[in-house]
């Protein structure tokens, strides 16, 4: 399994991280992909994935819910820090740049910076561009938005991730050759994502967790973890009619294909 969605610099994971990581490889996780939200956390990602080269791989980005006041500064610090990683003398380096990440459209709590976000997503838009990275898009009470941005850069490609749209909207995203991040708001009660991905075909699903957020049924509530996506892929396998090891199999190799085949 390849998590293409944790946040491991968060605070809650620094006192034992050693063994958490040890977990996570015993249970089955090969791979880690963190995300940056903000210009101080880039440099916690970085720190942490340089740590653990081969096994955490960095996203660099400006989270939408962090698109304040000071967004334009924010922004050119994270540049800085995305050239810098993908200078031609840094490209062999272990924890090399694997997406940017996570960016994209909130409208859920607050309004106030709706045009920033939407300038700031699409600067970041034109980073992946140039530097040929896939994206990792946040999108919540925006998805009209979040999808013209999307279409403008057609040449970019990346995850929804936590997705949880409508099965319209899946198969919009799947049709741009977006691929749909799947977590633990799937294994939920009265949550309808199951049913929407019907028809919806494997090969554009990843797995995810969103750790240290979104911890699936029975862990719903705790500390997330990677190697709890198995509660995940079993879900998917009762969408999908097959097997848990051929939805661990087909979402890995996406996830390869995505941000690692090129
Ligand atoms: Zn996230």
């Known amino acids: 399994m390849i998590d293409t969605h944790c946040h491991i610099d968060d605070p809650q994971y620094a006192e034992d991280l050693e063994t958490f990581l040890a977990e996570q490889k015993l249970g089955g996780v090969e791979a880690m992909f963190v995300p940056g939200v903000d210009a101080t956390s880039v440099i916690d990602v970085l720190r942490v994935c340089d740590t653990y080269p081969n096994y ?3 996203a660099l980005g400006l989270h939408p819910e962090n698109v304040k006041e000071d967004w334009q500064n924010q922004l050119a610090m994270i540049k800085a820090v995305v050239d810098q990683r ?5 490209l062999n380096a272990a924890s090399r740049l694997i997406a940017i990440g996570e960016i994209g459209l909130d409208y859920h709590w607050d309004v106030t910076f709706k045009n920033e976000q939407q300038s700031a997503m699409c600067e970041q838009m034109r980073w992946a561009q140039y530097y040929d990275l896939p994206v990792m898009i946040h999108s919540r009470d925006a998805i009209e938005d979040t999808l ?4 403008e850069f057609h040449s970019v490609k990346g995850v929804m991730h936590c997705f949880s749209g409508s099965h319209e909207v899946a198969q919009q995203v799947v049709k741009m050759g977006y691929y749909l991040g799947i977590g633990g708001v799937i294994t939920f009660k009265n949550c309808k994502l199951a049913d929407n991905l019907i ?3 494997l090969e554009r699903l990843v797995l995810e967790t969103d750790a240290p957020y979104m911890a699936p049924v029975p862990y719903r509530g705790k500390r997330n973890e990677s190697r709890w996506m198995l509660y995940v892929a079993e879900r998917l396998a009762q969408v999908y009619e097959c097997s848990t090891e051929h939805i661990i199999e087909v979402t890995t190799a996406n996830a390869k294909e995505l941000f690692i085949g090129k």
Do not use: D, F, V
């Open 86 to 90: 993908c200078a031609t003398s840094n």
């Open 199 to 201: 028809g919806i075909p």
């Open 56 to 58: 955490l791989y960095p």
């Open 148 to 151: 013209t941005i999307l279409r």
